[in-house]
């Protein structure tokens, strides 16, 4: 994170505009939850995904140890024990519940857990009114943003959990067709040179997107947009899910081991192909991003196309001139679309689908984790991972930048993943 | 089953009486619901167990399944995907939602799985009512039995489902500590001679109990109470966990793969000994008959004590002499305890713990499951299972006989498993 | 074991007798060798099996460990670590060589393991001469039973390593084919007794033969020869192995899991059947009894031909009454054959395969494991396990008795396992 | 590979030159032979590693598949199934035996691998001879340094398998200690800059060190020798492999999981450290570069010290201005040891141990693998793996560059891997 404030009426300024981003992320994440059961919010599909119910009090956890506990004067935890119980993966906090066992927890209730969110709610507005002039506010920051990641979560992982069940249930009743075919691809040409990459703002961002830097980037060209299912169903007809040669070894191992023939949630019947959403199960919107696909299957897509992944540096230095706009999940669609309007550049950027880079998650030059048990947020995963970009249909707008760098391990697919390709300059 | 009836009218009788059994154990079933959230009916613990809500819902399947869909003409399935959902292991019936997945089903609703039972019910009192005088009852007594079976899975699986959370939760606020000190161990003498084993009485028995044949017993002695939770800790403390040779070679292997160094829901500590139970975890109780434990730890246990399990015709011949009576499900205290009263005989051969015997769960002599789908009941299971004898706290009184069999792994656990010593006939 | 010798010059006659027998047994192993690579013998091919290699040295060592050391004054070890590399499964003698890592053992080399051999030889016939009047020979004699067991295992472990190989490489160049088409079956019926069950000789026998008990044994009826190969076929044509109801349900699912659709060792090529046998791959000798089934399949057979397995005490009562006569391991065609002459009674009781009989390994009424680290022979295996009767085409001649009882797991197929069929004796 | 020859003559000289490399390398596989039995080289003591004997094999293979069968006509293969027994991962050219069942293989026997070998070898003699003044040798010279890689594979791997052995047996009798105590660490200072990274000469190199780039590289500072083992006791004392915080998560999940508490090989006795060597079981080497630690360990350890790993561009900016040389295979010392010359610059770059960077192994920008089945044997790894510079004690001189890029998975230990730490220019 990485907020430089001059003066004691910025941090002031400062102060009341993050109450009220506090105020208005709070309640996002509880709107997330209208028309759940609690039994909705109590299961774990997969020891990747988490119960709903945990990222409610996770989150809450979080403003707790590392705001509430030591900031504010005289405060009671709502519950002892909540400390080791949702506590993700800080091990400089102490004991935590094991990850694979969130789903056993069916107490607390859910009940207990919004009496926790409100008693954490509570406390912080006593809390920023007492501290309003002088209080460091990075950690309380980067409590906003770690709590919009969890929002992103609760959508995938719930989704996940709804299309375990034969029942397929729907969790909104939204419609989200695209509105109009796609547009044949088109390339867009960049020069070769140096580029500055990572963040260099007054505002906010995670130290992952630090320290700000120079990358040599070669000349290159970049797809106008997203891949899209149709595209992805030729690479499918054309036996991409059988031929080895187009595949990283791992990958094929992947795809053998798990018996993928397909993106996840995509489902075969009678010759017809149909996608599992947030809205339940409909015929496969043909003209919309492709999603759900792992890094594996993106870059096998790739290599069938002629293409390859792009860069963290190059996709980069093509957003970080545009404006960050497109179908993020305040848009209530809670599902990629063909876009309308596409204009001469690269369009859907941001929004929709996350974007596989090419590039493995490692430290940027001069990379250094803050101290203490929030160092732990980003740097201790910067090892088998790939860099995604963009943000996606379940990512809120106002939690994404050019410069955000989202990571995954390349065998991920139940994020709203996709692909944009790239390839060498002079090609055509 | 084995319901042999001559007359219309006894027929009728008899319909009228399995009908109030039939709301009895329907009520019963969900009396143990009564303090549950629906999270707490939603989860499933490990692949053993099932939530409390497939528990509620299989009940109802089994009387759709087997009774109503075949015998009650115009019958209309609740709801059509709860065929699949719902089947346990009737290969015969068709497909079926994997054991292991059960916990994912965050719907249905508990709601909706009363429901689904009120449906069950008032179609079963309508097929009752038509089918009075000639409907053969026995796949319908069988549900009866089937459904008592899963109350007391409910409270065991939900028992294990409370332990695996750091809260602790208590099931029930009842007090169930031992009246009175154990007494001393005492041994009974039995000659030999050809026992008649398995069930000839007119009423209800599964179809492992039969066909009833002799088996030649040699004399033997048997304990007059089973093991005390005193008696298991000196085996404890004279390090039984740590000595291979008193185990048989796969106990030894499981013991060391689980780590296993006291009963199931035993914790040590700061040197005192504290077991989980329905009404939360609380101090040992020494003089209670000891429980949770697998066969392995049982058959250890007798070496140690320089004795053995009984054979179940054993067990059988002696208890067959006796009362059905002892603390059950019905009694509420929901744990073993030590008997008051005990007279010259062997006494708590039925209720607090299922007895552990030496014998393999096998068919008898000329075994023949029923034909179709229900035959699937218990036949197929007999392969590495031990035979467990005379019920537990947790069973209901009226569900068990000198003759019942019950049967698990020899590394289950998690049900109310104890011990009772046998040994030649010559010892002292 | 139970040797029961009364006076010095009976002893003494005996330990001649042993002395030959010993001298036999061992070159009766080493000549299973010739032939054999280094490498051949150092190979193990899955953790159930062991390297020929190890087998030589493990039986080396029984007689060391057991015999020499504590019985031969002033003995030197050949190699101290082999008291740990070569203990199979002895706690009491101290620390093992993990089993499933005796294939890492590139050293010791053969030769060394020979040399270890011949240096346990020279010691053993020093300990005979000098101890002929006085020692308990049991452990002696049972080390001799013990060389046989593993020489059958030699067979079995050596073909399952050559089966892996696609080389399909073959042991012996003896053609082993059924001299003549096998008769129909009859059924042979035996009326309900109590039955003498167990050894009594003066010989020889294992201590779970013993103590010698009643059993009763109601009516029944025993298939006159084992089911062949042709009988099989029809199961596997008849759907056998796609059949749910005819398996129990673990085998069920050893049969997913293992995706079973044939014997072990069975393979179909163009609509032809062939089987790997010790002389590499041959068509299938449909006259032969099937074999390298597990109980499992032996049991869905019999359900799938209307009939059952035989208990042990079934089986043995017919097999006492019958001479001790078939193909064994000294014929050297190291595959089952069918008979020739067949008779009017039961014919094949003995040898080719053994016969997974019905009945769960468990010790007799008043078994007692022998003291000391020997007790672990036997004893301490009697869990998961199914007895087998008769020996097989690999098992040595003198080795076999009525009461003989082997045992493997119910998924155990590397064996020479095959079926004999039993029913109830009104069946026809 | 990279090949680039103007002139017939060019080429008649180069293939003189290359048939005696390939005679010089062959006979330089055999020689690491000598002292071998054959069960030696027949065993494989995990999947990750191969039986000297199919690396004897394999690559004889890759001759015969890559160049006389397509190139030499009427070549016959010396046995028809080894094409499908000895490809490695080349999915191009059909079926493969499974890697993880290398070791099962006791036959083709060590001998008549032998006699593959001078079948090919043969063959190939020929092959030149005829082929001399035309033939595209991109293929073959790829075979030579294809063999040299697995020259380094059967040092490590036959050390694993020894390892793996309570004998502990040695493979060659030589003294490796070092001759003196290593200097105190010093620091090198290396300005920012643009840097060409990747191979630009005429002779062979890997198609990964292709293409020829530029990359900005920050100022940095780069350690002038490896990190001994005197300095990983120091971590290792200091809790190093107890403290997470010092960890990447799944590096530290890797730790619990294999309890991990030393480098691979090391071993404490009464206080004493110990490491296995290919000279067998020795006091531990204090001035010796550490090795045998995974990348995880290498970070931890970096982290520890308040440094981290350089990149691959860093190392390689460095290295390129350096004579190759170092303690490599020729040396026959088998084991890193202290340089005795120092210097004033970086020293022990090459030789010794493999250091580990912090560059996920990724393709070069603009990279593409060759066409056909001999692209598979780069580029189909690139994603999990991270690169390590500099060749080892294990590798042949002849074999390494500037430019090579070794790599192996992050939790891989049984290769000589070591740790050079590098840090931000400004550090002190």
Known sequence: MNSRLKTTHDQSRHAVVLLEAYRRIRSATEALCTGLSAEDCAIQSMPDASPVKWHLAHTSWYFETFVLTPELSGYQPFQQQFKM????????????????????????????????????????????????????????????????????????????????????PSYRKTSANSPAATREMRWLTYPPGLSHI??????????????????????????????????????????????????????????????????????????NWYEFTLMGLRALDLDSPVCHVSFYEAEAYARWANARLPTEAEWESVAVEMPTKGHFAESGILHPIAATDEGDGPHQMFGDVWEWTGSAYLGYPGYRPVAGAVGEYNGKFMVNQFVLRGGSCATPWSHIRPTYRNFFPPHARWQFSGIRLARPSESR
């Open 85 to 168: 119980l949702f506590n993700s993966y800080y091990v400089g906090v102490g004991d935590r519940h094991p990850r694979s066992e969130r789903g056993l927890l069916s107490r607390p209730s859910l009940e207990e857990v919004f009496a926790y969110r409100q008693h954490v709610d509570r406390n912080i507005e006593r809390w920023i009114e007492t501290r309003l002039s002088s209080a460091p506010m990075e950690v309380f920051e980067l409590g906003l943003n770690h709590e919009q990641q969890h929002q992103e979560l609760i959508l995938t992982d719930l989704k996940h959990l709804f299309s375990r069940s034969p029942l397929k």
């Open 198 to 271: 990572g963040w260099d703002g007054d505002g906010f961002a995670f130290d992952n997107e630090l320290p700000r830097h120079q990358q040599y980037v070669e000349g290159f060209q970049l797809a106008a947009r997203p891949v899209t299912c149709r595209e992805y169903l030729a690479f499918i007809d054309d036996g991409g899910y059988e031929r080895a040669e187009l595949w990283l070894s791992d990958g094929w191992e992947m795809r053998s081991l798990h018996r993928w023939t397909a993106p996840l949630y995509w489902e075969k019947k009678d010759e």
